[in-house]
């Protein structure tokens, strides 16, 4: 099975600062079609997860451009430009390249 | 508005069964991969079992194999989790998904909570 870790575990941050969050595999997520299947959700509290980030850097539909994804075989960051309040929550990163399918442990966002 | 809408949970002895069931509207559902993903009571996310769009792959996470079982009818645009032998370790909020490429969810149901206690 591929383990995802996620640091920081949780992540105390002032309104405006920028955030980071890094997700390492333990194998690489370089799919044949030369994507890599890392994703990025963020669970709002009492809420679904939501898809942020898909196939490393590709922002869904609707997710402000404050938020970005970067990386490539095993290393990944989720970056946040200038957080808001209405960004926390917590955030997972995903893997699909191959079932099971996994999740890193979760980073929760806080507000200072 | 897309929707998932996910029913079935409840409380049940361990041993004992459950269906769960997830409505799909306002997309197509059968050019979609679907997935059950558990969320254990203030725990993180873990993925349970995958279907094909048409029904002819079926995945499931190791804990689950041989108890679960995935299927989908594409004419009610619905997907189904046949849980048996329930443990309780399997209390969670079960919820349904899509994905259109197996690369990433896009889109999540609310969930509905099986509670398995004596």
């Known amino acids: 099975d591929i383990v995802m870790t996620q640091s920081p575990l949780s992540l105390p941050v002032t309104p405006g600062e920028p955030a980071s969050i890094s997700c390492r595999s333990s194998?690489?997520?370089?799919?044949?079609?030369?994507?890599?299947?890392l994703s990025w959700y963020l669970q709002k509290p009492g809420q679904s997860p939501q898809l942020l980030i898909y196939?490393?850097?590709y922002r869904a539909s609707g997710v402000p451009d404050r938020f970005s994804g970067s990386g490539s075989g095993t290393d990944f960051t989720l970056k946040i430009s200038r957080v808001e309040a209405e960004d926390v929550g917590v955030y997972y990163c995903?893997?699909?390249?191959?079932?099971?399918?996994?999740f890193g442990q979760g980073t929760r966002l806080e507000i200072k | 508005e897309e929707q998932l809408v996910e029913s079935g949970g409840g409380l049940v002895q361990p041993g004992g069964s459950l269906r769960l069931s997830c409505a799909a509207s306002?997309?197509?559902?059968?050019?979609?991969?679907m997935s059950w993903v558990r969320q254990a009571p203030g725990k993180g996310l873990e993925w349970v079992a995958m279907?094909?769009?048409?029904?002819?792959?079926?995945y499931y996470v190791d804990s689950v194999k041989g108890r679960f079982t995935i299927s989908r009818d594409n004419a009610k645009n619905s997907l189904y989790l046949q849980m048996n032998s329930l443990r309780a370790e399997d209390t969670a909020l079960y919820y349904c998904?899509?994905?259109?490429?197996?690369?990433?969810?896009?889109?999540w149901g609310q969930g509905t909570l099986v509670t398995v206690s004596s």
């Open positions: 194998q690489s997520l370089l799919h044949s079609n030369q994507y890599h299947f």
């Open positions: 995903m893997q699909a390249l191959q079932t099971p399918i996994t």
């Open positions: 196939l490393g850097s």
């Open positions: 279907i094909r769009e048409d029904g002819s792959e079926k």
């Open positions: 998904t899509r994905s259109a490429s197996r690369a990433a969810y896009d889109f």
């Open positions: 306002e997309f197509i559902f059968s050019h979609y991969w």
